[in-house]
């Protein structure tokens, strides 16, 4: 589970959108790669309101799911193991001559292999969403705004 800090950019009908605030490091601007002109890119995320919240109101939103190296493993790892091992399957179902020779049918078959391991993962990301378990949720917000008890959080601050 991760937590990031953020800013409401709207906020409507109990949902709101939040945009996440990047930390830059203590070393940053030290490095060759940007010279200390970094852009940072903006994540946006939506999350159910507990609180009446407006525009500007800075929270904290604990982003339930794998850490950084499983999402990676599972977006990147996963994916380019498949594509080799659908390279490897076809080269030797070519030499058996089960499947045409040729370059091109390997690399249809390791496509194929890695865009069967996406669309599996949007399914399970779909299934993810609609049951509501790993939803994003606030976790802190300013004080005073809040509507009581809100039975989908544990704590408020």
Do not use: K, N
Request: one cysteine or more; charged letters at 20%; a positive charge.
């Amino acid at each position: 589970m991760t937590r990031e800090r953020g800013v409401v950019v709207q906020a409507r009908g109990g949902i709101v959108r939040v945009a996440l605030v990047a930390e830059r490091g203590a070393t940053c601007g030290s490095c060759s790669a940007c010279g200390g002109g970094c852009r940072l890119a903006r994540t946006f995320i939506e999350a159910p309101s507990p609180a009446d919240l407006r525009p500007g109101d800075e929270v904290t939103v604990e982003i339930p799911g794998p850490g950084i190296a499983a999402a990676a493993a599972l977006l990147l790892l996963v994916p380019g193991a498949l594509f080799v091992a659908g390279i490897a399957a076809a080269s030797a179902l070519q030499e058996r001559h089960v499947l045409p020779g040729g370059d091109a049918v390997a690399l249809i078959v390791a496509l194929a292999l890695a865009a069967l391991w996406y669309a599996a993962m949007a399914a399970y990301d779909r299934r993810l969403r609609r049951s509501g378990r790993r939803q994003p949720r606030l976790v802190e917000w300013p004080e005073g705004r809040s509507d009581g008890p809100c039975p989908e959080h544990d704590r408020q601050p």
